[in-house]
């Protein structure tokens, strides 16, 4: 089904044509159309427009105005203050917009058959590590964004860079060998968590040898260079490791509601075979330059502390690969195998600049350009309730396993003590999805790039810009259709709506927009906001425009259940968007 228009986007369509007709000189001017708190929506664009022509803008306002022919969408149009125009739309065309996107299984939010390919690098847990709290932000918000792009057309190919290479393999390794039975397993089934014991226990034996037996020592270095050579019988130890890790890193995103695939876990190893060809192709097209034997990348505006200039070395004096070397090659199979045309970086902050070098790299390289962008999407810090880096009260990083155990927990007893007639069963269901919703939650509605702090007691809070309360929002609604006997939702365009009515309906109405909008600027948070003012204007409907009791006319009940409904599917499907799952009863 195509589209269906905003209330917007025909108002916009109504007064350019309005001006055109009342001021054909203009062309096709822009009427800079906006939401309002004096009327529906204002248009701005007449100011501009009278300082172009050389005209009074209240007199060209009234001029275009009086120009409009009387239609069914524009109710009241009121020339404000030196030129704005504020607009009021008919009850009829908020009820009419609003049946049309209740009427499409996308709710009117438009598809774009001919949009590019999406490559979004998230969720990257290192091997034989556990993960801990800082690992939770590009998880969420990278899934959030494959979910968003992919429903409005982006085909998203997703990729986890996990760290699976480096010299503490060979350790590893060569412990394993000397102690082959360290990761047997009694049981065939084995659970992320015993798998990440395993490994825990194993990497601390390894570490203890290492530091302590120089012969140990040289053995595990030498293994280094038989992994980085292709040696098949130490790759098939290092296979085992990677496998271990699978296993747990699966465990711990499906309590998190992740959807992760094996196929899309593309670790650092997954370039070794590129890492030359790519600092050949640099070093020949002059991109790189050797400097002190290691192959760098020079830039005008990077320099460090002493003011010399610092490079992105690509290989080091050794001849060994740094990170710049996988980043470039895995933006060179991004771009080339994949067919990419945006690359998106879910990735921290604080690495902000060995992308800006890494991409900048890239289009040295012609790997980037007008037809391929790449883009960051740097995220803050995970912070404490004290506003430092979250932290155990013994100073450890806090295991990811830990705090999303805990969030269900304080979620269960939310639950519980909201629950009427909800067995344990579903209790400890609704717990997982209340207590991960609201881990998502709280990070996706703030702002990626901004640090905030995680305090488990106001994210399972019914109250406030949380989860629980679209979670219990969009409950409610369901508890209302469980009522309703045998009233069924039908839109009535010809009936008068009450204020809370016609703001609730507006709301609606810019769903389409706002996902466009979190598509484009990679912004999940904007999506989570209109939600919450989403839920917000259905607090206030619901307190002033009884849809049950006291029983309202026929037509007015059923007006108000197709609002309850579209809001309800609303709330699903930005939720869903979001990662977060909406239990119709709470």
Known sequence: MASVPSLASTVQQRLAEGLSAALPEAGSADPLLRRSDRADFQANGILALAKQLKGNPRELATKVVDGIPANDVLKEIEVSGPGFLNITVTDAAIVRTLAARAADDRLGVPFAEDAGTTVIDYAQPNVAKEMHVGHLRSAVIGAAMVEILEFTGEKVVRRHHIGDWGTQFGMLIQYLEEHPHELDHKDAQVSGEEAMSNLDRLYKAARKFFDSDEEFKTRARRRVVDLQAGDPQTLAMWQKFVDESKIYFFSVFEKLDMDIRDPDIVGESGYNDMLTETCRILEESGVAVRSNGALCVFFDDVKGPDGNPTPLIVQKSDGGFGYAATDLSAIRDRVQNLKATSLLYVVDARQSLHFKMVFETARRAG?????????????????????????????????????????????????????????????????????????????????AARDYKFDLDQMVSLNGDTSVYLQYAYARIKSIFGKAGDRTPVAHPELELAPAERALGLHLDQFGETVAEAAAEYAPHKLAAYLYQLASLYTTFYDQCPVIKPEPPQEVAENRLFICDLTARTLHQGMALLGIRTPERL
Do not use: C, H, M
Request: cysteine-free.
């Open 367 to 447: 790997w980037l350009n007008e037809d391929v962008k790449a883009v960051q999407l740097a995220f803050g810090t995970v912070l404490g309730k004290d506003g430092k880096p979250f932290k155990t009260r013994e100073g450890e990083t806090v295991r990811l396993v830990d705090l999303l155990d805990e969030a269900i927990v304080r979620a269960a007893s939310v639950v519980r003590e909201k629950a009427r007639d909800l067995t344990e069963d579903e209790i400890a269901e609704r717990g997982a999805q209340v207590g991960i919703g609201a881990v998502k939650y709280a990070d996706l509605s703030t702002s």
